[in-house]
């Protein structure tokens, strides 16, 4: 079964205090791998399609990296209005089509 | 650029009663649209999907069904609520298959009592 693990549930950082977000996936083949930010009461916010392990992709003050059984979410120097839960998702090759998400980390940026 | 629109934003209903959640995506054409479910603590659940008009897959039975009679326009219904319909809906839609990103709308927050 396609499993998305992702960590930590939770993560408190201060401002400009750098950090990583981690997604972990047993797929059978995977097609894409996709990031999100969701704010309390809204739907999720596209960020990153990563397709290939070695892929980097950056937004601003995110980046995200792909290897062949993970992705990280990298957070240089975070602001406040970086809080947010950021969601994983993975589509795969073969077997039913659909994105399979993780739980998400909710992130918070202390001023 | 394209929009989704989901209406309403937020719903009390009591249990036994029936539902009719909406969702519009603007801008664009022949989508594929997705209804997904979000529970407190759980990841999101897809609930069903459709490749056009008329066409609705569905991934989890329950007690709900979607329609989709026009091309742009995807709706989520249920006879009678359970309390275990509660949660928060959203719709997305993606310009081709599943591998293709899906975008989502803001969806509806859902309290069954």
């Known amino acids: 079964e396609d499993q998305v693990t992702q960590s930590p549930e939770a993560l408190r950082l201060q401002e400009g205090e750098s950090s990583s977000l981690n997604c972990s996936y047993t797929v059978s083949g995977l097609r894409g791998l996709f990031w999100y930010r969701q704010d309390p009461g809204k739907g999720p916010e596209f960020l990153f399609t990563?397709?290939?392990a070695g892929e980097e992709k950056e937004k601003e003050r995110l980046k995200a990296t792909l290897t062949k059984k993970e992705s990280f979410l990298h957070i240089t120097a975070p602001k406040p209005e970086d809080s947010a839960t950021y969601l994983c998702?993975?589509?795969?090759?073969?077997?039913?089509?659909?994105?399979?998400f993780g739980k998400g980390t909710k992130l918070t940026v202390n001023p | 650029s394209q929009t989704i629109h989901q209406w309403p934003a937020t719903l009390v209903q009591p249990v036994g009663s029936p539902l009719s959640l909406e969702c519009t995506v603007e801008g664009t054409s022949n989508p594929n649209l997705y209804w997904y479910r979000q529970a407190a603590g759980r990841g999101l659940q897809l609930l069903f999907y459709s490749v056009g008009i008329g066409q609705i897959s569905s991934e989890v039975p329950q007690n709900l069904s979607a329609s989709r009679p026009q091309d742009r326009q995807f709706i989520l219904s249920s006879k009678k609520l359970l309390l275990s319909d509660s949660g928060f809906y959203l719709c997305a839609w993606s310009p081709g298959s599943f591998t293709d990103t899906q975008y989502f709308g803001p969806g509806t927050r859902l309290t069954v009592l």
């Open positions: 990563l397709y290939s």
């Open positions: 998702a993975v589509s795969t090759q073969g077997g039913s089509e659909k994105l399979v």
